[in-house]
């Protein structure tokens, strides 16, 4: 949809979805904006906004009105965009990432480089951003090394994603072919990556794919895609973490295979999204491990990704073709539907 036909000004805010377009396999188009209603959480789907290939995950600049995605194909690219305030794109420019398939990225909280996550290469790109945040050539890639104990999806290093730090924290790196978090600190200056010893070695055939940081700094939670789980850490001052236990991430029976995984902003709740059985589980972290509280069916079978928004959490399910909306309660953490799913061709990440 040209940018011109876009007017959603007055009416709320616009939020980007990205998805699988042919080239991976999926039914979208690119890029879709879609007005959001904070009051209601109702979603309006704007149309497509910038006509890319497999946009399969999205990030924003920390302060500039830029947004970034991975392009998930077998050469993988990261492209950027000027935001216009009516959710239009303006393309800005994109770079190969030196590897396959990337699946996440994400920018460095000083918003001076970009860090992207090469799924099939288990590799990790660095690029350079300028004043105005667009992507320069790479400066760094640091290839993982090792495999796992299941044959078929631990071949080989498989990273998944990119999580950097506050302030001079160090990047971790989740790997889920070599039950690895990987620490980086980045050098300014060369834009070069660091490693940190040692990494973190998760149990075998975890499979690990996303982390949450807790907003206090001192904890975060690791779901395991291949084992189901979610592993609670301390984080030290130095960067490390240290495993205080892990629970299931879901209570239902089935296939369970654990997607996105985020703390609430008042860091009392923690939610899980588990494809296979198609479910979101709340979990209280009043303890000192988290403790399900409930779960709710998200009508579809695979939800890739969610975002937590305002009062409400948005799901995207990548087979069901849809977006489902769900309306957070802040005292008890849990989640009830509101209104009809928002059909979206592919969705695989919600960017607020």
């Known amino acids: 949809m040209p940018a011109e036909e876009l007017d959603v000004s007055g009416q ?14 999926g039914r979208g188009s690119g890029i879709v904006a879609a007005h959001r209603d ?3 959480g109702a979603l309006t789907p704007l149309g497509t906004v910038a006509a890319t290939p497999s946009p399969s995950f999205l990030a924003r600049h920390p302060s500039e009105p830029v947004l970034y995605a991975v392009n998930e194909l077998t050469d993988g690219e990261v492209s950027a965009w000027q935001v216009g305030a009516d959710g239009a794109l303006d393309p800005l420019g994109s770079q190969p990432t030196g590897g396959a398939e990337p699946c996440h990225l994400a920018v460095l909280p000083g918003g001076g480089h970009l860090l992207a996550a090469n799924y099939g290469s288990g590799s990790i790109a660095v690029f350079p951003l300028d004043p105005r945040g667009v992507p320069g050539e790479r400066t760094d890639l640091v290839v993982h090394e090792g495999h796992g104990p299941d044959p078929e999806r631990q071949d080989h290093a498989h990273a998944h994603m990119v999580s950097p730090g506050a302030g001079r924290g160090p990047v971790f790196a989740v790997d889920l072919g070599t039950d690895s978090v990987y620490r980086y600190d980045l050098d300014d200056a060369t834009g070069r990556l660091v490693p940190r010893a040692p990494r973190i070695r998760t149990t075998p ?9 807790h907003p206090d700094g001192r904890r975060c939670y690791l779901v395991g895609e291949l084992d189901a789980s979610v592993t ?3 984080l030290t001052d130095d960067g490390a973490l240290h495993q205080r236990g892990r629970v299931e991430a879901s209570g239902r029976t089935g296939h369970v295979q ?3 995984v985020a ?4 860091g009392r709740f923690l ?11 709340v979990f209280t972290l009043a303890g000192a491990l988290p403790e399900l509280v409930t779960e709710v069916d998200t009508g579809g079978e695979w939800p890739r990704h969610f975002a937590l928004i305002g009062a409400h959490l948005y799901v ?8 489902r909306v769900f309306r957070r309660d802040a005292d008890t953490g849990v989640l009830d539907a509101v209104g009809e799913p928002v059909p979206v061709p592919s969705p695989t990440c919600v960017l607020p």
């Open 263 to 266: 703390v609430a902003p008042d």
């Open 232 to 234: 609670a850490y301390d």
């Open 205 to 213: 055939g975890t499979g690990p794919r996303h982390l949450a940081r």
């Open 12 to 25: 709320g805010e616009v939020v980007h979805i990205g998805g699988y377009t042919a080239q991976s396999g």
């Open 258 to 260: 654990p997607s996105e």
């Open 38 to 40: 904070p009051r209601t």
């Open 271 to 281: 939610y899980v999204a588990n494809r296979g059985v198609g479910t979101v589980a």
């Open 316 to 323: 995207a399910d990548e087979r069901a073709d849809m977006v």
